[in-house]
């Protein structure tokens, strides 16, 4: 499968396809949570962030095997 990423998406797929997919993932996951649950159910937001990720980059050929929220950085508003 990594021929069919390069034939189609070319060298620079992490710019093309895994970055956007993580800017995306993120808030499409986090969206469903206040800033508190944010926090205190730390597992259950990256369940679902892993989850909408994985849903996003299969198609494209890219496993997703483990995603990590090392920081929460919040706005003063």
């Known amino acids: ?3 069919r990423l390069w034939q189609e998406i070319g060298y620079d797929y992490e710019s093309r396809i895994i970055s956007p997919a993580i800017q995306e993932s993120v808030k499409a996951a986090t969206s469903q949570f206040t800033a508190a649950e944010l926090v205190s159910e730390r ?8 989850r909408v990720l994985v849903e996003r980059l299969a198609p494209r050929y890219i496993i997703v095997d483990d995603f ?3 920081n929460f950085d919040f706005s003063d508003a």
Request: avoid cysteine; glycine fraction near 0%.
């Open 1 to 3: 499968m990594v021929q």
């Open 43 to 50: 597992q259950k937001v990256k369940d679902e962030i892993k």
């Open 68 to 70: 990590s929220i090392v």
